[in-house]
């Protein structure tokens, strides 16, 4: 006869032998773990009811302030670590290549193409910043005709889109297309730093726990060519205070650069070189 009891011994096998491992699911093999490692979890922080009922009503709250503009568990996903460690996880590069951070809720897909040379500061409010580099492969040949799509937080670190009546649209965002030497330049203004949401249900409990929810100032970077991996990418100021207490662990020191004072007063100039690996067959792009 089956097993009746259900014990803190028994647990794992009479939840998992409830799964029907002839039902076609795509998740066995990633909820068998899962539940696996909660039980273990549980065993191991023993919660009572009053703890229990605190984690649901959180996650509730979780679940209710997140909708179509607003993804409070995707920052709890980036906020623990998880988003930098699944990035790690999928797109890990040889030595020498440009590593992929993680992509954040302020990209947009409908950036204006624009020549080389152009300023993306619409507004032109900020310390001007001439933004110059290059993309190649893995032995240093240019490639020509890369796309480099960029967006950033304007001086006051606040992203185009977080403030749609207050800045113009699309500022602070382009697409280039690299010359035939693998080159791009192009103008804009020194980004700050910022705060992700804190406002919500998991900035408000990280915040209370110590985290850090500043992010150093960067420039963010999607690099697209033929036959290469896309990169999608921030590139950090070096001077920034922040930079080893980034919210979502995005820093890594070859993304770091450094801003260089340029003639006048608060001028500065950046020059970051990208380099592509060759995508494998069959290795989808992120
Ligand atoms: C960002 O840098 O734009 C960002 C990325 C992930 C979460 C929040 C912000
Ligand atoms: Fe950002």
Redesign the pocket.
């Known amino acids: 006869m089956a097993e009746l009891s259900f014990s803190e011994s028994n647990s794992v096998q009479r939840v998992v032998e409830r799964v029907d491992r002839h039902a076609e699911s795509p998740l066995h093999d990633f909820m068998l773990p899962i539940i696996e490692h909660v039980h273990k979890l549980i065993r191991e922080t023993r919660p009572t009811h009053a703890d229990w009922r605190k984690t649901v009503e959180f996650l509730t709250e979780v679940g209710h302030a997140s909708d179509g503009r607003r993804q409070e568990w995707?920052?709890l996903s980036?906020l623990l670590g998880v988003?930098a460690l699944i990035e790690e996880i999928n797109t890990s590069r040889p030595k020498g290549a440009t590593p992929n951070t993680?992509?954040?809720?302020?990209?947009r897909a409908d950036a204006p193409r624009l020549p080389l040379d152009a300023n993306i500061s619409l507004d032109g409010i900020g310390a001007p910043l001439w933004v110059t580099g290059k993309v190649c492969d893995l032995d240093g040949q240019p490639i020509a005709g890369a796309t480099i799509e960029t967006?950033q937080?304007n001086s006051q670190g606040f992203?185009e889109n977080q403030q749609p009546d207050q800045q113009p649209e699309f500022n602070l965002r382009g697409v280039f297309t690299a010359d035939a030497a693998g080159s791009f330049r192009y103008r804009t203004v020194r980004p700050a730093g910022?705060t992700?949401?804190s406002d919500g249900p998991v900035g408000l409990l990280l915040g209370d726990l110590g985290f850090s929810l500043r992010?150093p100032a960067?420039l963010?970077f999607l690099i697209k060519a033929d036959g290469f991996e896309t990169i999608s990418t921030?590139i950090y100021d070096s001077s920034d205070p922040e930079l080893g207490r980034d919210?979502?662990f995005?820093v890594k020191q070859e993304l770091v650069a450094t801003l260089k004072p340029r003639g006048k007063a608060d001028e500065c100039s950046l020059d970051f070189t990208f380099v592509m690996v060759r995508a494998k067959k069959g290795r989808r792009a992120p």
Request: aromatic share 22%.
């Open positions: 995707v920052l980036d988003t993680v992509r954040g809720p302020f990209y967006w937080a992203y910022y992700v949401p992010r960067h963010h921030h919210a979502l995005g």
